[in-house]
């Protein structure tokens, strides 16, 4: 059974939410910015809500480009590290700028072959 997992991204100007169950999304969301947020354990209260209406314990996988960002969710402790409760575990991945490689035209579509790359690179589990 494939496990689900919900991909969180704050930043100053939202908070974007993925969930997934092996290679099925299930829910897309944009949220306010966490800066925007008045309970403390909004975040918290959120994914622990989600992991009872699923009936599993979710992965928590928190894309953060800034400590305060992530901090202020309730996601994190003082270090940076992942917290984590009966409902949910918390891996906090360091957002980096990605550069979209050259890609040369011609005769077909290789996306397929590049998300097959992707994964085996160690972007899947």
């Known amino acids: 059974m494939d496990r689900y997992a919900i991909t969180v ?22 949220l306010p910015a966490p800066r925007e947020v008045r309970h403390e354990r909004a ?11 699923l009936d599993r314990r ?9 400590q305060d960002a992530s901090f202020c969710l ?27 490689g050259r890609r040369l035209g011609g005769v077909a579509d290789f996306a397929d072959l590049r998300q097959m790359h992707l994964w085996s690179a160690g972007g899947g589990r």
Do not use: K, M
Not at 11 to 22: D, E, K, Q, V
Not at 43 to 53: M, N
Not at 58 to 66: E, F
């Open 9 to 30: 991204a704050p930043s100053g100007a939202r908070t974007r939410l993925l969930l997934t169950n092996g290679p099925d999304e299930l829910l897309r969301a944009v």
């Open 43 to 53: 975040a918290q209260i959120f994914l622990e809500g989600l992991a009872l209406w």
């Open 58 to 66: 979710l992965h928590v996988v928190l894309s953060a480009d800034s």
């Open 74 to 100: 309730g996601l994190t402790d003082e270090l940076g590290c992942g917290c984590g409760s009966i409902f949910y575990e918390v891996e906090v991945v360091e957002r980096r700028p990605r550069r979209r």
